[in-house]
């Protein structure tokens, strides 16, 4: 299986930039994911980016994708306390399957 | 739509109990895939399903078995159950593989003592 990695936990004071990191395995995977989940409930698609792209901007969000180190980043401004949750990047490589990051748990202090 | 829908959402077994998950979709979704997640260890693939009739293994199938007999169901069935398949499940369903988004259901946290 694919190995994608996270750190386990990030936390950031209301307002403040989050940058959530991941690094993934497969270069020839067409799409990266950023997937959130809130406490007791399943995952949720909160943006995704198109492997030929290096940026893309989605009101509070910026995903980061850096091909060559197969590093991708979820930036998120202006940290509210509801953007706390569990956040999960994917990778889909050839084939049926998505691989997701162990997550980072995303703890925003008021 | 309900989108996908699991049942129970909590259950606790004893050893050597079995199971079944109950995992429905509503979205004509072709791809149907099922998870577990365990504490700092991300999601894991346990099997995945590309059409009714159609299953096959993902990264973590022993000790588990599915069928897919309609577009819709996806029941995902723990044989002889041990304290390992301790673990919150989800199901999921997309249009297509490579397609941007899977669809979660709310997951079965199941424990084995």
């Known amino acids: 299986g694919e190995d994608v990695e996270q750190s386990l936990f990030l936390s950031v004071r209301e307002g403040d930039s989050s940058v959530i990191n991941c690094t993934y395995t497969?270069?020839?995977?067409?799409?990266l994911y950023w997937y959130k989940q809130e406490p007791g409930a399943g995952l949720q698609l909160l943006t995704y980016?198109?492997?030929?792209?290096d940026m893309k901007q989605d009101q509070r969000l910026t995903v980061l994708l850096n091909k060559k180190d197969k590093h991708l980043s979820l930036r998120i401004a202006d940290t509210q306390t509801g953007d706390s949750a569990i956040y999960f990047c994917?990778?889909?490589?050839?084939?049926?399957?998505?691989?997701f990051g162990t997550g980072t748990s995303l703890t925003v202090i008021p | 739509n309900a989108g996908v829908t699991q049942t129970p959402k909590f259950r606790i077994l004893k050893i050597g109990q079995s199971m079944t998950l109950q995992c429905t979709q509503d979205?004509?979704?072709?791809?149907m895939y099922w998870y577990r997640q365990d504490p700092g260890m991300g999601l894991k693939l346990i099997y995945y399903s590309v059409g009714a009739g159609i299953t096959d293994k993902g990264e973590v199938p022993n000790g588990y078995n599915v069928s897919r007999s309609t577009t819709e169901d996806f029941p995902l069935r723990l044989e002889l159950a041990a304290p390992s398949q301790t673990s919150v499940y989800f199901c999921?369903?997309?249009?297509?593989?490579?397609?941007?988004?899977?669809?979660f259901g709310p997951g079965t946290r199941l424990t084995v003592t």
């Open positions: 980016i198109f492997s030929n792209m």
């Open positions: 994917a990778e889909t490589p050839p084939g049926n399957q998505f691989y």
């Open positions: 497969d270069s020839s995977s067409t799409y």
């Open positions: 979205m004509n979704h072709n791809y």
């Open positions: 999921a369903s997309s249009y297509s593989p490579g397609s941007y988004e899977q669809y």
